[in-house]
C-alpha cells in the first residue's frame, strides 16, 4: 500500500500534463468529505480537462463507491445515459 501511494503521488506532476489531452466527456466523482483528496483537487482536475463534470456525493469520504455503492452507480448510469 505504501509503495502504490508513493508510486501515485509521484506520478501527480505527469497526469496534470496529461489531463489537458483528455478530449472525451468525463465524469469526476468526489467525495465532500475525501480527508485524501480534497475536493478542490477535482475542481483543478476538471479545469485542467475541460470536458469533465464533478459531481461531489454529499457527506461521502474516499471510499464512496464502497460505502454509497446506490449513489454512485446512480450517477455513472446517469452519466452514460
Same mark, same amino acid.
Given at each position: 500500500?505504501?509503495?502504490?501511494?508513493?508510486?501515485?503521488?509521484?506520478?501527480?506532476?505527469?497526469?496534470?500534463?496529461? *489531463?489537458?489531452?483528455?478530449?472525451?466527456? =468525463?465524469? +469526476?466523482?468526489?467525495?465532500? !468529505?475525501?480527508? &485524501?483528496?480534497?475536493?478542490?483537487?477535482?475542481?483543478? *482536475?476538471?479545469?485542467?480537462?475541460?470536458? =469533465?463534470? +464533478?459531481?461531489?456525493?454529499? !457527506?461521502?469520504? &474516499?471510499?464512496?463507491?464502497?460505502?454509497?455503492?446506490?449513489?454512485?452507480?446512480?450517477?455513472?448510469?446517469?452519466? +452514460?445515459?
Amino acid at each position: 500500500m505504501v509503495r502504490m501511494c508513493a508510486g501515485y503521488q509521484g506520478t501527480l506532476p505527469r497526469l496534470k500534463q496529461l *489531463f489537458p489531452t483528455v478530449r472525451i466527456p =468525463a465524469l +469526476l466523482l468526489w467525495g465532500e !468529505r475525501d480527508k &485524501h483528496s480534497p475536493v478542490a483537487q477535482g475542481e483543478k *482536475f476538471v479545469e485542467l480537462m475541460r470536458c =469533465a463534470r +464533478l459531481e461531489v456525493i454529499p !457527506r461521502s469520504g &474516499h471510499w464512496m463507491a464502497v460505502n454509497l455503492a446506490e449513489d454512485v452507480s446512480a450517477r455513472i448510469e446517469r452519466f +452514460l445515459g
